[in-house]
């Protein structure tokens, strides 16, 4: 037996023919495809004896007597995990050192193992698994990338692209980049890589103007018109023009007034005739309170444009919301006799013919509007309306109806139709349309008187009672409709629900006298002696001089009811 501590010295391993000599400790690259042996093990136990090879992933002891790969040793799938092969020498039990073996592929081996995977999801697992073991592999990222466009994984190749661009932004990357974003519809991305594409080259009109345009559609407006104006200097004539047209526009909408007009002012210095800058100047004027400015821009405006009668329909606009009416008169009617059929125009002489209170100019012009659009709810609604004030009901109640079908929820219409039928003695419909405003929630008591009037002439006391019990439901303490509710109760013979009714009544109204006496009468039908007694009493306290109850009262006292109502 050695009696000394064991110790290994080095290790001899061929690799693929070729010898290495390890130290114990030391470590060895090496590839699954290698062919490797131990040719010769060096330490200080005399011949060897009791000197093995040990190693937890494989049989490490067969290498002393065979050449093998490394992938059939391991398998491919354990070979591709970047394993690290501890190789323990051991005396015995005892171990004596260690050499290592780093398992490591080379790029192509990932990228012949991916090519081998014929499922799309798996090659891209491959070619993630080798990305995050070689991380600056730029041809496995490239593949992987290709992948990702192959399987429209977007989000995934824009992050691959976003590494290319970091360390090398060249216009190619971020065009590849751009177009990616706007595949997958990231709008921060977009802007991103607009960005940096200007950064790129400063004179790039084409991104500066996409960059604008979304920065603009993004509400972004101060850091749009930024873009705009660095575009000016880039741009010939004809593209300034548009673009302080643009910036205008932008500007207003930003509430930049004054930067506004002088952007209109130098649009209309390179193009006079153009007859919208001025529109918008009078409009801008108007805004700072400078009149004289915006008349003169305004006059400008409709001299260009004195046959065009989209011009003159946007000046009669302008007038009508400063309320100009007489002025904007006649240019709509000059639209109109050129153009009958302009709904725009009728529309606004609409407008004008209501602002000036012309009932029978504004009727006419309804007519107009309903032969051209007949389901045109706010005409058919102001025509009925126009009818009901001069009491024309037949006709009202004719448009109202078109606009109740269109709008069967508007409470204001059901309510004048309601009015309508009522003055016409058309019950029926009345009584629909009353149903009608409560189940829209108006629940006026009005309503519910007229519903049972009608109900009680016509007799249709179930009807009446289903009413009433879901109103006096949704209003307790309306004394008024629980009355209703007892009414339709008495006449369908249910004395005990109307008996309930008339209490629930007398919490309200205590002092009732005539109504604890029909109480009482009832109490005293239906046998209920003892409570019918009490009501009786009830009424004597109210009205010591009604004979009735006091005859009624005493009557039941002497039958020997007192008693019990004592008990």
């Not at 697992?125 to 290709?146: F, N």
């Not at 009584?431 to 929630?441: F, Q, S, V």
């Not at 004394?479 to 369908?492: S, T």
Request: hydrophobic fraction near 40%; include cysteine.
């Amino acid at each position: 037996m050695h009696t000394v501590e064991p110790m290994l010295y080095s290790m001899v391993v061929s690799v693929n023919d070729q010898p290495h000599s390890l130290l114990s400790g030391e470590k060895l690259t090496i590839h699954p495809k290698d062919r490797i042996r131990v040719v010769k093990i060096s330490t200080n136990v005399p011949f060897n004896i009791g000197i093995r090879l040990y190693c937890q992933m494989f049989d490490a002891q067969s290498l002393v007597y065979d050449e093998y790969r490394v992938v059939d040793l391991l398998s491919e799938q354990v070979a591709f995990t970047n394993p690290t092969l501890n190789i323990k020498v051991k005396y015995y039990e005892q171990e004596a050192g260690q050499v290592v073996f780093l398992v490591r592929p080379f790029v192509g081996d990932w990228l012949e193992k991916a090519s081998r995977t014929i499922d799309r999801k798996k090659r891209i697992a491959v070619l993630q698994e080798a990305l995050r073991k070689m991380p600056g592999s730029e041809e496995i990222r490239s593949r992987l990338l290709e992948e990702y466009l192959k399987a429209g994984q977007l989000k995934k190749a824009a992050q691959l692209l976003e590494h290319l661009a970091t360390k090398a932004p060249t216009r190619e990357v971020l065009d590849q980049l751009l177009d990616l974003y706007k595949k997958a519809g990231d709008t921060q991305g977009i802007i991103s890589t607009l960005q940096r594409l200007i950064e790129l080259d400063p004179n790039d009109k084409d991104s500066r103007y996409a960059l604008a345009e979304l920065l603009e559609k993004k509400g972004k407006l101060t850091k749009a018109i930024a873009q705009y104006k660095a575009l000016l200097n880039l741009a010939s004539a004809e593209e300034r023009f548009d673009l302080y047209v643009q910036l205008g526009y932008l500007s207003a909408k930003a509430g930049k007034t004054k930067q506004a007009i002088d952007y209109y002012e130098k649009a209309s210095s390179l193009h006079a005739k153009d007859a919208n800058l001025y529109y918008n100047l009078a409009y801008l004027y108007e805004k700072l309170g400078n009149k004289k400015k915006a008349d003169y821009y305004l006059e400008k405006a409709v001299r260009l444009k004195s046959s065009d009668l989209d011009g003159r329909i946007k000046l009669a606009q302008h007038w009508i919301d400063e309320g100009k009416y007489k002025k904007a008169r006649p240019l709509l009617e000059q639209v109109l006799k050129k153009r009958p059929k302009s709904l725009k125009a009728l529309l606004l002489l609409m407008k004008v013919a209501e602002k000036t209170r012309d009932s029978s100019r504004l009727k006419e012009i309804y007519k107009r509007i309903l032969e051209l659009r007949p389901r045109n709810t706010t005409v058919l609604y102001n025509l009925g309306a126009l009818e009901y004030e001069v009491g024309r009901l037949k006709q009202a109640s004719s448009y109202l109806e078109k606009y109740v079908s269109l709008k069967p929820k508007d409470k204001a219409a059901h309510a004048l139709l309601f009015d309508i039928y009522k003055q016409r003695n058309q019950a029926e419909k009345a009584i629909r349309e009353a149903e009608t405003l409560l189940r829209l929630g108006t629940h006026d008591l009005d309503l519910y008187t007229y519903i049972f009037e009608v109900l009680k002439n016509d007799k249709d006391y179930g009807k009446l009672e289903g009413i009433m019990k879901t109103a006096v439901k949704r209003e307790p303490r309306n004394v008024q409709l629980r009355k209703y509710l007892l009414f339709a109760l008495l006449q369908n013979n249910e004395e005990q629900r109307a008996m309930m009714q008339m209490e629930e009544i007398l919490k309200l109204e205590p002092k009732n006298g005539e109504l604890w006496l029909h109480l009482a009468k009832l109490k005293e039908k239906n046998k209920k002696y003892v409570e019918a007694m009490a009501a009786y009493k009830r009424v004597v306290e109210l009205d010591p001089n009604n004979d009735q109850a006091a005859d009624a009262y005493l009557k039941l006292r002497l039958r020997g009811f007192e008693e019990k109502s004592t008990q």
